[in-house]
Nanobody, 109 residues
Framework: LRLAQSGGGLVQPGGSLRRSCEAF????????MRWYRQMPGREREFVAE??????TRYADSVRGRFTVSREPQNRLFLQMDNLIPDDTGVYFC?????WGQGAQVTVSV
């Protein structure tokens, strides 16, 4: 199993970005699929997750601004709206303790 993420992006505060992640190498539905991020000088932190049941969960810091979704098979998305500078960091998708390569998101004027 391997995870392939879309590239990073630069956006102004208040802007939006959409990240994607796809799992390759298994015929199974991987579950759950999660997003984490690592901000400068800080430990990696949970952002959002999507279960095959349709259940989602968000970190308090992104709830109401970020939306996690999923499409068959094993494609995960993170819609990030109303971005703020504190959202700057490297975003990773993960499943079954396997991590994507990460993608830099920068929110700056």
């Amino acid at each position: 199993l391997r995870l392939a993420q879309s590239g990073g992006g630069l956006v102004q505060p208040g802007g939006s970005l959409r990240r994607s992640c796809e799992a390759f190498g298994t015929p199974l539905d991987v579950d759950p699929m999660r997003w984490y991020r690592q901000m400068p000088g800080r430990e990696r932190e949970f952002v959002a997750e999507f279960h095959s049941s349709g259940k989602t969960r968000y970190a308090d810091s992104v709830r109401g601004r970020f939306t996690v979704s999923r499409e068959p098979q094993n494609r995960l998305f993170l819609q990030m709206d109303n971005l703020i500078p504190d959202d700057t960091g490297v975003y990773f998708c993960t499943v079954w303790s396997i991590w994507g390569q990460g993608a830099q998101v920068t929110v700056s004027v």
